[in-house]
């Protein structure tokens, strides 16, 4: 007798599993399962008809009209001459030109100082 089969016999898992006494299925063990499954495939709802329930439509037209908003708000405003800064530069009468310019002025110093503090799209924005 090998150690293995030794070990096997000393195991106090296989004591526990010799102890267990034998569970038997009850006689309406099958019909009661095949029961469960009829009621289960009855009770499901095809996968088309889930999406037309309250919670899908809501969750889908308010993710529609969030996207309608930011398609409002990026392509509704400001010029189409520079897209990075659009609806930031104010008109040349304007009061805030002056402070317009003197920001773009710190901006572009900071950037000078430590470019990775913006991103690529933003140095081409404020020097052209």
């Known amino acids: 007798m090998s150690t293995h089969d030794h070990d096997l016999d000393h195991d106090p898992v296989w004591d526990l599993v010799d102890?267990?006494?034998p569970q038997e299925a009850s006689p309406l063990f099958s019909r009661n399962?095949?029961?469960e499954i009829r009621l289960a495939e009855h009770s499901s709802v095809p996968w088309w008809k889930r999406l037309l329930t309250s919670r899908p439509l809501i969750a889908s037209s308010?993710?529609?009209?969030?996207?309608?908003a930011i398609l409002v708000s990026v392509n509704g405003t400001g010029s189409t001459d520079n897209p990075g800064l659009a609806g930031t530069s104010p008109a040349l009468d304007s009061p805030l030109a002056e402070l317009h310019d003197e920001l773009n002025q710190?901006?572009?110093?900071a950037a000078a100082?430590?470019?990775s503090l913006f991103?690529?799209?933003q140095l081409l924005a404020l020097l052209y």
């Open 119 to 121: 991103s690529d799209e």
């Open 62 to 68: 308010l993710a529609a009209a969030t996207a309608v």
């Open 113 to 115: 100082e430590d470019p």
């Open 106 to 109: 710190e901006l572009l110093m």
């Open 33 to 35: 399962v095949m029961r």
């Open 19 to 21: 102890r267990a006494q």
